[in-house]
């Protein structure tokens, strides 16, 4: 087989499994498709479709650039590793404690996150550091093979290692995590030192056990695609990381934590990535597949970042808290209203759209693998908007039947309505659900909508999207090339991105300017460390940044520091009040700005790449005109096109759709969609300028 520069993209969703191969000399997409996920063993998608590309293209791949959902997975569901969690005398409860905050607070019945290591796994350690890093318990050699012989009886699989501001002085947590690794090579340990050093006792701990408890079965599946992908002669592995950046297959199993939201990251890449190209610098990136749907925002070109988040937050759509990470990650919004996503009726008789999904197995009734209840993608192919070969799958056939007969049992008849019109309504309130989460992502963060485009994608983004732009008054909806496998083009896209911090409290002018380099030094120091285990150009970029506040205050604010010359702190200072006045509108002149943590982000492209050219065999026979089926039971023919037919500066005028590889875009009354010289299609009303 011949051997080129390719990249196959790897996407697993709950639904499918998006494959594309991506020729980095040319800059093309040669090939795209879907197959269905496993749940069961997520690998084995996509090694399948690893497979399928190399059987049928006789080409050989140079790398494999993966958004997994397997730590996700491990973590919701619970089935990860036995955890034991060894902490300073006196905090083994900051698990349980949490901040006492009730996610719900007039709940008599309250759900909160059951805790991944339980009490009697949870245990103390005779050692104490104070916050400026010197130590007030020393801890001794005795009591360290005391907790070694403790941790052992509790038969833990991973550790978390959380010692009392061990962010200031990590000697306590190196020298406990040698003595477990050496007493038990097979013990996965994790020092709260290393995948977070930062303040805030909770959230660190939080953060060291996820990070173990999601860390074998996340070590396990790694090395399980290195190794599969190595007998097929594919030496390289890259994993997408919750900040949307790259990492490396061993910095992967050793920080899975960093992968929670690995899969919805990709798409943001990819988004902010096709703005660039459109020249289109703020966007709204709606993502809905066939479990869950997600929406976020770029600003200015870049995806917006948080440096905290809560995952497996939502359970059966109530919030339990959830796990609360510290490390930066892509500002995401996401529910379960996905093309999977069940209809049902309430106790109140009142129809409800998710979040429970069909998933990939039995998946929706139209699937015709014994699921038996309605989805949204059912509702779909009652009303007319999907045809038996739309979703780019060659393993599926739609059964449109099946959908209909599961809309009628389940929904139309308890009802007492017509199957069209249980249809119509289960696809309204999917739409409804998906417009309050765009305005949770713009409007109730301070967004106006109207200011951005929507970027439809992911196998169901585009049938909503129109609905959802006009509903939320966003005026134009970009379809990008490949929708349904767009988060797979943004692993390709990615940049091998690394983000450390070190907490350093103090009042900034108390600093000095040597202070703050050394700390930054140490970072580089740490960041060498990945560097050295990842397989990128040399030419890394280093960015520093702060993280000030008022003193006494609780939240702060990041402003760049620049890493040639010396750090001027009054001109941070200034720096700072000015941003804190431009945010919140007021300064506050007579109180001490504060230093919280220093920031080092170290960046390298895996490959000099623009946007990709497409360039993939066409999606069937053109069509001409389709009968979709209206709330009252009547038909209306609406004209029907295949996107490879469209060229470009072509505009269509609604109700019409689009059926695209792996995705079907829908086109209502009183809108038009222009074909870009690039092949991006935009959609708008009609009369408004593009």
Known sequence: MARNDIALGIDVGGTFTDVLAFDRTSGVIISAFKVPSTPANPAEGAMTGVDRFLSRSGQRADAVFHGTTVGTNALITKNAAKTALVTTKGFRDVLALRRHARPRLYDLSPRISPDLAPRERRIEVEERMQPDGTALVPLKADEIARIVQAVAATGAEAVAVCFLHSYANDTHERAMGAALQAADPDLFVTLSSDVCREFREFERTSTAAVNAFIGPPV???????????????????????????????????????????????????????????????????????????????????????????????????????????????????????????????????????????????????????????????????????????????????????????????????????????AAWGILRLATANMAEMVRLATLRRGLDPRDFALVAFGGAGPLHAADIAREVGVARVIVPPVPGLFSAIGTVLGEVRHDLVQTRLGRLLALTRQDIEQEFKGLEARAAQLIAEEDAADDWQFERSADLRFEGQLFELTLSVPRE?????????????????ETYGYDLPSHIVQLVNLRLTVTAASADLVWPETKLNATGESVGTRMQVLEDG?????????????????????????????????????QRLAVCDSGTLILSEQGDSL
């Open 219 to 421: 070590q396990r599946y790694v090395d399980h695609m290195a190794d599969d992908l190595a007998e097929r002669e594919i030496p390289k592995l890259s994993i997408v990381k919750s900040n949307g950046g790259l990492t490396s297959a061993s910095n992967a199993r050793r920080y899975p934590v960093h992968l929670i939201e690995s899969g919805p990251a990709a798409g943001i890449i990819a988004c902010a990535a096709l703005g660039k190209a459109e020249g289109i610098d703020n966007l709204i990136a709606f993502d809905m597949g066939g479990t869950t749907a997600k929406a976020g925002v770029v600003i200015d070109g870049q995806p917006r970042l948080d440096t905290e988040f809560y995952a497996d937050r939502f359970v059966d759509g109530l919030d339990v808290g959830g796990y609360p990470i510290q490390s930066p990650v892509i500002d995401l919004i996401e529910i379960g209203a996905g093309g999977g996503s069940l209809a049902w009726i309430d106790a109140a008789g009142v129809i409800k759209v998710g979040p429970e999904s069909a998933g990939a197995d039995p998946g929706p009734a139209s699937y015709g693998r014994g699921g038996t209840r309605p989805t949204v993608t059912d509702a779909h192919v009652a009303v007319g908007h999907v045809a038996p070969d739309g979703f780019g799958s060659e393993d599926l056939d739609i059964d449109v039947e099946a959908a209909r007969e599961a809309i009628r049992r389940e929904i139309a008849e308890p009802m007492g309505w017509s199957i069209e019109r």
């Open 565 to 581: 010359g010396a750090v001027e702190l009054a001109a941070l200072e200034t720096a700072f009040r000015t941003r804190y006045r």
């Open 634 to 670: 009547t038909n209306r023919e609406i004209s029907v096109v295949r996107r490879h037919d469209l060229t470009a500066g072509e505009e269509l005028t609604g109700p019409a759709i689009v059926e695209d590889f792996g995705a079907t875009i829908r086109i209502l009354s009183g």
